[in-house]
């Protein structure tokens, strides 16, 4: 399972859980830690403007634990559209195309997989990004 936290300038963080590893709310709240991080780094006038994160339901996403933790940081959630892949942009704009560039790669190890993955994100281009972040102004 794969985490992604990008925006209109690129991928700020992924996270990858390997097959047999469950996400639950404390191990979100790890990755949200490991997020603002990757954003004082690298988006550091990101976290003065604010953080605006797109989540579905799940209970990783709406626990008490997590929703402390976004209320503490004053982080923003847009509720994720159901049934509007157009408007969840991982879905459509991210996850769509990286599915059809692994193919058939189900057969290779979980480490050649998240290699891939990493490789994948690097290569894309910032126009990438752009459009699929600017793409939600006019849905």
């Given at each position: 399972m794969a985490t992604v936290?990008?925006?209109a300038k690129g991928v700020i963080l992924s996270d990858i859980l390997l097959q047999g590893q469950c996400?639950?709310?404390a191990q979100y709240c790890s990755t949200l830690d490991r997020l603002r991080?990757?954003?004082r780094r690298k988006r550091p006038g990101l976290l003065r403007r604010g953080v605006v994160l797109q989540h579905d339901s799940a209970t990783p996403h709406s626990a008490n634990l997590?929703?402390?933790y976004l209320q503490r940081y004053g982080w923003e959630i847009r509720p994720y559209p159901a049934h509007s892949?157009?408007?969840a942009p991982s879905d459509f704009h991210l996850f769509g195309p990286l599915k059809r560039h692994l193919g058939?790669?189900?057969s290779k190890t979980e480490g050649?997989?998240?290699c891939e993955l990493k490789s994948?994100?690097?290569h894309l281009d910032l126009d990438f990004f752009r459009v699929g972040i600017y793409s939600l102004l006019s849905r």
């Open positions: 936290f990008w925006d996400i639950n709310s991080d990757a954003i997590t929703q402390q892949p157009d408007l058939d790669m189900a050649d997989l998240v994948w994100f690097a």
